[in-house]
């Protein structure tokens, strides 16, 4: 099990632990982590599993594919550090990983 | 007044093969779908990417998923209501009366829901003073182009509409177009276009930029934008035109009565009927224990939903299961020839 800490964009502050494999995005879903949509269940088609992700993790992720980037444009307010939480999966590497949610996701 | 055996709502791959299922069991349907085209999150999200799930087919894009699903509809008569959204649902005696957006009127005993994650509609500016000038300057899709004519438009986003209204309106109006980053997703022969026209001062290009504000109190009087480093722009403009692509919202759905979970609709496994007698869901917008949001589900859902379907249809007959490969009455209904 590997630690995710999300931030809601009330500032609240949701920690769950989720199984290596699974991805950030399937993490807030079966934890009932506010905020989530994931629409497409994890298709890269829908961009309403978007995150802001902190700064110091950036680098330690996955590269983006393609595809995300271009689902990335429809997003609610993208930014450097947004990210498909459905892109992202996890492993030992990430815990504590740490992502804001936005306040809206479409 | 339309009458019919059912109603699916929804054309996507699971409404179109429920609506196969109906006809081949001696039912009618129609179908009723928000896009203007048939083929739902396969042909608007994914038409290009292969798909490699569908039982006996390696791989398939979800074009050629469509196409194939229309074509094993062709035996049938069957309507399909485009561009229309279903408003309201009620019951009055032994049928459900549907009305859409356009005021068609449907009485059927079936409404069988097939609408994926509900009906698209187009994501709009973040920004909330948007609202107030929505269908008025502020645009997500365009019907007259006419009116941009010799004004000044600024459009956002980096797809295939974003670019190709930049390059029509280019002609006569004063472009400007603004994207949040360098690369753009649109087909590589516009973004070649809008570059040349770039080039040639007839789109003003503003990337690694998004909507911040907007001015105007009558009318829209200009746009900020702001960059990555939080520079600021200020463009007059006349009009806003908005290309992020389509959201899907459960929309009216929502208030017929069902019992929704996250955006999905309980129903039972043996029928695929919601808490409402002749109201079934199927497709990804149904949930059970075990619910697996694959396509093949999706048609095996579809094909019971249409069986439930014949008993409230048909009250006075029974309902034979029968083999394609062996049946008389079903070849005659799919026009093939019997041995």
Known sequence: ?106 | MNKTDALIIGAGPTGLFTAHQLKLIGLNCEVIDNLDKIGGQCIELYPDKPIYDIPAIPECTGEELTKNLINQLKPFDIKFHLNERVDEVKKEGDNWIVKTSYDKIFSTPNVIIAGGVGSFEPRKFSVKECEKFENKSIFYSIRDKKIFEKKIVTIFGGGDSALDWAVELSNNSNVNLVHRRDDFRGAQATVDRVHELVKNGKINLYTKFQISSIKGEDHLESVEIKSEDKELKTLKTDYLLGFFGLIMQLGPIANWGLNIDKKTIEVDTEKFQTNHKGIYAVGDICTYPGKLKLILSGFHEGALAARACFKLARPNEKYRFEFTTSSKTLKDRLGVKSD
């Open chain 1, 1 to 106: 099990m590997t630690k995710i800490i999300f931030i809601t964009h009330e500032n609240q502050k949701h920690t769950v632990d989720v199984q290596n494999g699974l991805t950030v995005m399937e993490g807030a879903v079966q934890n009932d982590v506010p905020g989530i949509d994931a629409d497409c269940g994890g298709g890269m088609a829908c961009a309403t599993c978007h995150i802001y992700v902190n700064e110091e993790w950036l680098d330690k992720l996955p590269l983006k594919e393609d595809g995300e980037e271009d689902m990335l444009d429809m997003a609610f307010e993208p930014k450097k550090n947004s990210r498909l939480s459905c892109q992202i999966t996890i492993s030992d590497d990430l815990d504590g990983l740490t992502v804001n949610i936005p306040s809206k996701q479409t």
